[in-house]
């Protein structure tokens, strides 16, 4: 059984300074890579949902060789501390 997508972002986040969407989607492909939702954005709404949430804040932002817009965030202590909360060690990142 997999945590849900969201709090599987946060939980990613728990033990990395800096993310960004295409960050989190390439460690999280293994569990979540088949399922529907898996693109980048709804990724992106799981990172600016738990921005919103105070859970994470962006960090930087700018434009990739592509010239795409790249934002990073990393975990706030109420992040870290609902990943404590609500996170069974058994789930946490190796």
Do not use: C, W
């Not at 800096?18 to 999280?28: R, T």
């Not at 202590?77 to 069974?88: C, H, I, L, N, R």
């Amino acid at each position: 059984m997999l945590l849900p997508s969201r709090m599987a972002v946060l939980n990613h986040m728990y033990d990395t300074d800096e993310v960004d969407v295409k960050q989190v989607m390439s460690a999280l492909k293994s569990d979540y890579g088949t399922e529907k939702q898996f693109n980048e954005k709804m990724y992106l709404d799981h990172l600016m949902a738990l921005e919103a949430n105070g859970l994470v804040e962006m960090t930087s932002y700018d434009l990739d060789n592509n010239s795409d817009l790249v934002m990073r965030y990393m975990i706030t202590e109420d992040g870290k501390q609902t990943v404590s909360k609500y996170v069974d060690a058994a789930y946490r990142k190796k």
